[in-house]
């Protein structure tokens, strides 16, 4: 399914208007591009997933099919449309679109850019949309090259980025612009996804090869479609080689797992969960030997990784808490060894996180904790921030009160002082109250010394825990 050749959408632009080879030579490289560029949208109903942020009346939609978009930053994991987004931006839009990509672009490439949009606005009074792919690999210089037209409003901002941008983004082009999540693919619409990729490719297939690309795609979007492109190339290769008039070309699961250079689970979804649930249940069980067991046999039959990693995250703060805090380290330490190393080495990550994990001491108490808060911030409503804890840094603040009374906890020998913290609605209720396993024990007796009277003493329970 070739793109129309469209002399906004940036990567196919003649540079020669009406240049009869420059036509071609883009046909030809509609025609071979990978299946994920041959399939982007073209028209906010072909979007696949993102509905909270392109579902009928949701603000973004409603800025793009008024031509009125603002600087925005994009902001989600690889493969869930931001590049889609931004292109179908530039088909809709009757203003200028430009693209750069932050790995290669210097800031002479953005001075030259900030002129051209100046030229452009004097002469043809047209405004220029600037789509910034991976804004996040911009140095300091590159983003505040860019920062005063973006604030006069010469340029609109696009920026697309898989890291927070609250961290890799300048705080004063990130307060310029709006930022929108894009959230990873659900299995309905990679199915859907996929499903538009073998009309296109013109080839059938069997259920459990898409549940198996559907799987291993992890919300990925262009992953998913390029491992089905390649599993496409499989089963036309055997048609061929088959030649059996009338047979379909049909995407079997033997294709599915060659694409993906694995082999499908050989348990199913629901043994899926039982499984994970067993590993889980046995690391909060101090059962390290099963723990490991479980692990192995999850990664023989092919489990993602990267699911096993981020389970392994959430029992180090929901089972271990402080009662260990190395946990949380050591877990997340595995996890991005995943992601930088990779299987198979990264299995020895996985099996340290699991037998440090399983054989820490154990706690809940900070996950009890915070339901208990969020059970009192939700009945107890929003109440008022105490006057003396109230910013007091701006100018103006002062007259207004904030700050007054605050006693400054690094005046006191102690390194600590009574005061109140919360709204009077809540003060005095206990939320976190420590076990006396690990090293939680040690944080409930410098609890005890810094104990506010209001809220009475750490009970000692050794066997909650």
Known sequence: MALPPDNRTAGYRPTVSGDLFASAATERLARRAPLADRLRPTRLDDVVGQEHLLGPGRPLRRLIEADRLSSVVLWGPPGTGKTSLARLIARVTTQE?????????????????????????????????????????????????????????????????????????????????????????????????????????????????????????????RHALTSLEVAA????????????????????????????????????????????SAFIKSIRGSDPDAGLYWLARMLDVGEDARFIARRLVILASEDVGMADPMSLVVADAAARAVEFVGLPEAKLNLAQAVVHLATAPKSNRVTTALGAAEGDA????????????????????????????????????????????????VDGRRYYDPSQHGFENEIAERMRSTQHPEKGPVEEDPDNG
Do not use: C, M
């Open 97 to 221: 679109f430009a693209e750069l990509s932050a790995v290669n672009a210097s800031v002479k490439d953005v001075r030259e850019l900030v002129a051209s949009a100046k030229a452009r606005l004097g002469e043809r009074d047209v405004g220029t949309i600037l789509f910034l792919d991976e804004v996040h690999r911009f140095n300091k210089a590159q983003q505040d090259a860019l920062l005063p037209s973006v604030e006069s409003g010469l340029l609109v901002l696009i920026g697309a980025t898989t890291e927070n941008p609250f961290f890799e983004v300048n705080a004063p082009l990130l307060s310029r612009s709006t930022l929108f999540r894009l959230e990873p693919l659900g299995p309905e619409a990679l199915r859907r996804l996929l499903e538009r990729g073998l009309a296109v490719e013109a080839v059938e297939a069997d259920d459990d090869a898409l549940d198996l690309l559907v799987d291993r795609a992890a919300g990925d979007g």
């Open 233 to 276: 190339a499989l089963a036309v290769g055997r048609a061929a080689e088959q030649a059996v008039e009338g047979s379909e070309t049909r995407v079997v699961l033997a294709d599915a797992e060659a694409a993906l250079g694995t082999k499908a689970l050989r348990y199913g979804r629901d043994a899926h969960y039982d499984v994970i």
């Open 378 to 425: 939700r009945a107890a409503g929003t109440g008022e921030v105490p006057i003396h804890l109230r910013d007091a840094h701006y100018r103006g603040a002062a007259q207004l009160g904030h700050g007054e009374g605050y006693d400054y906890p690094h005046d006191h020998p102690e390194g600590w002082v009574e005061q109140r913290h919360r709204p009077a609605e």
